[in-house]
T-cell receptor, first 111, second 116 residues
Framework: DQQVKQNSPSLSVQEGRISILNCDYT??????FLWYKKYPAEGPTFLIS?????DKNEDGRFTVFLNKSAKHLSLHIVPSQPGDSAVYFC??????????FGTGTRLKVLA | SAVISQKPSRDICQRGTSLTIQCQVD?????MFWYRQQPGQSLTLIAT?????????ESGFVIDKFPISRPNLTFSTLTVSNMSPEDSSIYLC?????????????FGPGTRLTVL
């Protein structure tokens, strides 16, 4: 049973437009959510996170939205840049260091 | 930011053999983690490696298959034993930035293992 799902394996967006990456989860005990970005041959790097007590967190071009009733979070990238092309993983945890990851969405930003 | 390295970066191995993956961090850390990413799958936690104690394994992973060493606060190894093609994966180590679980983990670049 996959507790964290990213149903879109890939996404293509024009440079300058908004990228929206989605993530759904099933475990209502999750209290912290993170997004990681991964380039080829590199490890995942932290991008942004959100606590379950919030519904939005913003950091520059990146905003994460959390909808607890729908068990859904999304990452918005505005404006999208070619350097944003990577695989994005969402992750969730419930009070421990054990992160549950989604399968990732490959974002391609077209110049 | 943290510096965390892994060796080897990739390897191709024959079934039935074992491979030891090394993870080196540039500062002393209490906890280190080992993850596996099978093709097309998510990152899955294998075990938590604490210095001075036995590693703690997640459900579905056992010490006989994935023995872990943690000889000091900057280094850990993961061995994939008696390999089969199903072990073909990317193996990553990580550690938390601080003692709060709500803080990020730093990940190594990964070791891409192919078992023939």
């Amino acid at each position: 049973d996959q507790q964290v799902k990213q149903n879109s394996p890939s996404l293509s967006v024009q440079e300058g437009r908004i990228s929206i990456l989605n993530c759904d989860y099933t475990n209502s005990m999750f209290d912290y959510f993170l997004w990681y970005k991964k380039y080829p041959a590199e490890g995942p790097t932290f991008l942004i996170s959100i606590s379950s007590i919030k519904d939005k967190n913003e950091d520059g071009r990146f905003t994460v939205f959390l909808n607890k009733s729908a068990k859904h979070l999304s990452l918005h990238i505005v404006p999208s840049q070619p350097g944003d092309s990577a695989v994005y993983f969402c992750a969730a945890t419930s009070g421990t260091y054990k992160y549950i990851f989604g399968t990732g969405t490959r974002l391609k930003v077209l110049a | 930011s943290a510096v965390i390295s892994q060796k080897p970066s990739r390897d191709i191995c024959q079934r039935g053999t074992s491979l030891t993956i090394q993870c080196q961090v540039d500062s002393q850390v209490t906890m280190m983690f080992w993850y596996r990413q099978q093709p097309g799958q998510s990152l899955t936690l294998i075990a938590t490696a604490n210095q001075g104690s036995e590693a703690t394994y997640e459900s579905g992973f056992v010490i006989d298959k994935f023995p872990i060493s943690r000889p000091n606060l900057t280094f850990s190894t993961l061995t994939v034993s008696n390999m089969s093609p199903e072990d073909s994966s990317i193996y990553l180590c990580s550690y938390p930035r601080n003692s709060q679980y709500t803080d990020t983990q730093y990940f190594g670049p990964g070791t891409r293992l192919t078992v023939l």
